[in-house]
């Protein structure tokens, strides 16, 4: 059973930094691009960023592009995303996905495979 747990959301300040993780379990990690999603009430949930098994891949919302980092450690079975420089627009559920191989393409990006249950940031202006 495969298994997204994502950890790091908090209440921080406009301008601040945060860190999520999502630990993945119930899969062979190393053999799939995972990917970072928000979704604020009322909205559809949107893509962040994404990567690709090996990292070679890399792509992100226009939104978060030079403030958001998405990185991977495939012997941890963990993929992250650093966020710096936060805006309260930037508050939102955020979830991690894993897709069904190891890489995606633009036009399924939304169509990750497996959810995790999400974490809550709040920017505060």
């Known amino acids: 059973q495969v298994q997204l747990v994502e950890s790091g959301g908090v209440v921080v300040q406009a301008g601040g930094s945060l860190r999520l993780s999502c630990a993945a379990s119930?899969?062979?990690?190393?053999?799939?691009?995972m990917g970072w999603f928000r979704q604020d009430p009322g909205k559809d949930r949107e893509f962040v960023a994404g990567?690709?098994?090996?990292?070679?891949?890399?792509s992100y919302a226009d939104s978060v592009k030079g403030r958001f980092t998405i990185s991977r450690d495939n012997a941890k079975y963990t993929v992250y995303l650093q966020m710096n420089s936060l805006k309260p627009e930037d508050t939102a559920v955020y979830y991690c996905?894993?897709?069904?191989?190891?890489?995606?393409?633009?036009?399924?990006?939304?169509?990750?495979?497996?959810w995790g249950q999400g974490t809550q940031v709040t920017v505060s202006s």
């Open positions: 996905g894993s897709y069904h191989g190891p890489t995606y393409t633009d036009s399924d990006q939304n169509k990750p495979t497996y």
């Open positions: 119930g899969l062979t990690f190393s053999y799939h691009a």
């Open positions: 990567i690709s098994w090996t990292g070679s891949k890399i």
